[in-house]
């Protein structure tokens, strides 16, 4: 793939993370900063790095694999790796304005 | 699922809870115990526990299997010892009470019913001591609010074994001359154990967490908060294993409670400046009413610690032990925990339907769950009706004081019915309620679900 090519796979599969909502603040988790990085390799592979909004957080797992299905139904994705991480820890500042203003945060 | 940590129990806790507490409002509208009888009369013995055993600490329990896990990012030791503990605490509790009732009776022949209470109420908590003790043992070293979840633990065993002698002194089974000294004069202990050290300070614990989760403020570990965890620790330690001592030393509790009050008052200070704190770095400026009546809690805790303060003062706060008691109970702790209630079976209802699904197809947030402007209303109810009980107490108008124990009543009925809808997910628009393969959520039982 072209780094064109590469670039619009990752922009699509992050477009198809944006059905997996944070069910606390009830936006999706890339506009909500959550998804890291998305970024994708020779035969399909992604690779998603994404946190939570707090450790330990109930839904961490139903996220995690919530972001795994849902980039699986992007076509030619062929194997999907999702790594959790904490480092940076997520803070509000993290999110696009859009979803800062949803939530009329300051 | 793996690292899914969802409580099978917590909603029959609750639901067991708040049947509790219904039946004490009822008591109260009706004209049983405290004010109509004595503070130390049986009827109020009746009610007290019904209100802090069936009720809060229903309630805690059912709450912290959910939440330690969440605190200390580890699983629940057992997800099945919940189910037994709850029999054994609800068994406890009717014998306990069967105890108390009994006392009333000419014969007063309350040994055997508060014999098999000591041993239901005995094994039930230190059964649940146990599965939350070896969660949080596994998850060492410990973030500042598990700690202060750890403190009220060892506050429940003192008050437990304080009730439990208590009982068996009453019921004429303990005799040894330390157990009637500890019987009567240990009354404040067993009161402060449960009240401030089990139920106030693993609430305050589980609020650093929630608060800060809820509002999106800061999370907060720095030297005040350090210091509340410090001075109020030591507070209770002062006025549990100190009082005790006190006690069988020279028969006075009262040093052992005036020394833990600088202390504790501190500490209550501390905890309010960094309550204060959170509300106001809170990102979410349009907060939720589960937030917004924890503020309401909250400040209910504050004009509580001032009434006590301003009853000492004037020297009228023995005499007035009972206002101060349905302020902690209601103006504090109930207001708390309906709050939280309505959070958190909405939160727990989501994770159990729509968590399987997340990323498949389209699912509704939490926040789809309930209606807060029709809920509110009855919070709103809820609160108004406790501070007008308050007043009727403290100026002695028993009548008033049922009146509102009436409102609380047709309150919390209302917040039941809320909480009723929302577990059966009748708030969700029809499209999205039970997308394929979901199964609609048992009442009492949460399940995780694998579509
Ligand atoms: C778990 C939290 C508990 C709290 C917050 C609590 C609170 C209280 C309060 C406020 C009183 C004084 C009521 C009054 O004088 O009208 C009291 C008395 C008493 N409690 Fe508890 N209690 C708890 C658990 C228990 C348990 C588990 C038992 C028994 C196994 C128990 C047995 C008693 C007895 C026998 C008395 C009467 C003592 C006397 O009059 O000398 N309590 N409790």
């Known amino acids: 793939m072209t780094d064109d090519e590469t670039e619009r796979f990752a922009g699509q599969i992050r477009d198809a993370l944006r059905n997996v909502i944070d069910p606390e603040l009830g936006y999706n988790i890339v506009d909500l900063g959550l998804v890291y990085a998305v970024t994708v390799e020779d035969g399909g592979v992604a690779r998603i790095e994404m946190t939570t909004t707090t450790r330990g957080c109930p839904a961490t797992e139903y996220l995690k694999s919530g972001a795994r299905d849902a980039a699986w139904n992007v076509p030619r994705v062929e194997f999907v790796d999702v790594a959790l991480t904490y480092d940076p820890p997520w803070t509000p500042d993290m999110m696009t304005d859009e979803a800062k203003m949803h939530l009329g945060i300051a | ?451």
């Open chain 2, 1 to 451: 699922m793996p690292g899914v940590a969802l409580s099978r129990w917590t909603m029959s806790y609750f639901a067991a809870a708040l049947a509790w507490l219904v039946a004490a409002e009822a008591l109260m509208a009706a004209g049983f115990g405290y004010p109509a009888a004595p503070f130390e009369a049986p009827e109020t013995l009746v009610l007290v526990h019904i209100i802090t055993i069936g009720w809060l600490s229903l309630l805690m329990c059912g709450a912290l299997f959910q939440f330690v896990p969440v605190l200390v990012a580890r699983p629940l030791y057992s997800d099945r010892l919940p189910l037994p503990t709850l029999a054994c605490l609800l068994g406890g509790l009717i014998a306990l009470l069967a105890g108390f009732l009994r006392m009333t009776t000419e014969t007063g022949a309350s040994g055997a019913p508060f014999a098999i209470a000591s041993i239901l109420l005995g094994a039930g908590f230190a059964l649940a001591l146990w599965n939350l003790g070896r969660t949080l043992w596994a998850a060492r070293p410990l973030p500042l609010p598990a700690r202060f979840v750890v403190v009220g633990l060892f506050s429940l065993a003192a008050t437990v074994l304080l009730g439990i002698v208590f009982s068996l002194t009453l019921g004429g089974l303990a005799t040894a001359a330390h157990a009637i000294e500890v019987t009567t004069h240990g009354l404040p202990i067993h009161v402060v154990a449960g009240l401030a050290g089990w139920l106030t300070f693993s609430a305050v614990g589980v609020s650093y967490r929630l608060l800060a989760m809820f509002m999106l403020a800061p999370e907060l570990d720095g030297p005040g908060t350090r210091g509340a965890f410090y001075l109020g620790t030591a507070a209770l330690a002062i006025a549990i294993p100190g009082g005790v001592a006190a006690i069988c030393a020279s028969g006075n509790v009262a040093v052992s409670l005036v020394a833990a009050s600088l202390p504790g008052l501190a500490a209550a200070g501390l905890y309010g400046r960094d309550v204060v704190h959170l509300y106001r770095a809170r990102k979410r400026r349009v907060i939720e009413l589960n937030s917004r009546m924890a503020g309401v809690a909250l400040a209910g805790l504050g004009a509580t610690v001032a009434t006590g303060i301003a009853l000492l003062a004037a020297g009228a706060f023995v005499r007035h032990l009972g206002v101060v008691v349905f302020l902690v109970a209601f103006a504090w702790l109930s207001t708390l925990g309906l709050a939280k209630l309505y959070k958190i079976v909405a939160f727990v209802t989501w994770l159990e339907c729509y968590g399987p699904v997340l990323g498949k197809t389209t699912t509704p947030r939490v926040q789809d769950l309930v209606v807060e402007g029709r809920a509110g209303k009855w919070f709103v109810l809820f609160s108004t009706a406790v501070w007008c009980g308050a007043g009727a107490l403290a100026i002695d108008r028993p009548f008033i004081f049922r009146l509102s124990a009436a409102a609380m009543l047709i309150a919390t009925l209302g917040i039941a019915v809320h909480l009723l809808r929302t577990r059966r997910l009748a708030n969700v628009a029809p499209t999205l309620r039970i997308p394929k393969g979901v199964q609609p959520p048992h009442l009492l039982v949460c399940r995780a679900q694998h579509p």
